[in-house]
């Protein structure tokens, strides 16, 4: 009866010991993983392939960075204002969706050293009786841009807070693809979107849409990590100079900027 008891102590010991190593090996492969949280409407940065996988600047970027220092890159795809609270509650590592660096932001997030810079553009649809020379020439059209972005932001300081523009002409967009589509449609739906200036110049390609005016916002786009993350917020800085300094980044550019 002694010895049975021992043995059933011992095999229930081993089969502890057995389980915490199990557990530690998990553990060990989570640190390894990094979730990229995106918002997959902005080409060239971060957009749809025809088979649903999301592709782009952005993507390719973060994937080489994070990858050449050994992690795991799984990317998440969720809407663009959903990203500083999923960054704050630990459902993903990194913001990677052109999001600009700004002193709001920086309250919330940290960011990364800058990747690429980008200025606002103002998106018509080609062939619609919309005459937009100057900004004061938008108070005569529905605007449209995406929620949270500093297209946004721009509309909402600029256009309506200073009473150029009626808030019931300010037309609010989850996605910037639905912005473009409801612009293609006609000015029924929106007449006007104001929206970064790389991206515009991807939309213009599909022929259907057009750039009638830049506005100069000095904006500088950011990978985002957890505030107080300094660790991984510096892996990534250090990565994107290594890789900004290398025939990688001249080939990214290529692939996604080169217009032919
Ligand atoms: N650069 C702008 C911002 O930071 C727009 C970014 C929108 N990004 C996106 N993936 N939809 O607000």
Same mark, same amino acid.
């Given at each position: 009866m002694k010895?049975?008891?021992?043995?059933?102590s011992i095999g229930l010991v081993l089969a502890m010991v057995i389980g915490a190593v199990a557990l530690s090996g998990c553990t060990q492969e989570k640190t390894n993983k990094i979730i990229v949280g995106?918002?997959? /409407? #902005?080409?060239?940065?971060? %957009?749809k392939a025809a088979n649903q996988t999301i592709i782009g600047f952005d993507i390719d970027l973060i994937k080489k960075v994070l990858t050449d220092q050994g992690y795991i890159v799984e990317v998440q795809d969720i809407g663009f204002d959903s990203l500083i609270p999923a960054?704050?509650?630990?459902?993903i590592d990194v913001i990677a969706a052109a999001m600009s660096i700004t002193d709001a932001?920086?309250?919330?997030? /940290? #960011?990364?050293?800058?990747? %690429?810079?980008?200025?606002?553009?103002?998106?018509?649809?080609?062939?619609?009786?919309?005459?937009?020379?100057?900004?004061?020439?938008?108070?005569?059209?529905s605007v449209g841009a995406q929620t949270g972005t500093t297209g946004w932001s721009w509309v909402n300081d600029t256009l309506v807070a200073t009473g150029k523009l009626s808030n019931d002409k300010f037309r609010s967009y989850d996605l910037y693809t639905d912005a473009v589509a409801d612009l293609i449609i006609g000015p029924s739906r929106v007449g006007a979107i104001v929206i970064d200036s790389p991206v515009a110049k991807a939309f213009e390609k599909n022929g259907?849409?057009?750039?009638v005016l830049n506005i100069t916002t000095n904006e500088s786009y950011g990978f985002a990590v957890k505030k107080g993350n300094t660790e991984l917020a510096t892996k990534i800085s250090t990565g994107l100079t290594a890789v900004m300094g290398s025939t990688y980044w001249e080939e990214l550019i290529e692939k996604y900027f080169t217009t032919t």
């Open positions: 010895n049975e008891h021992k043995i059933f995106t918002s997959s /409407d #902005f080409a060239p940065f971060e %957009y960054l704050q509650t630990g459902k932001r920086k309250l919330e997030v /940290d #960011f990364s050293a800058p990747y %690429y810079d980008a200025n606002q553009a103002v998106l018509v649809k080609v062939g619609a009786n919309v005459t937009v020379k100057t900004i004061e020439d938008l108070k005569n059209y259907e849409v057009k750039i």
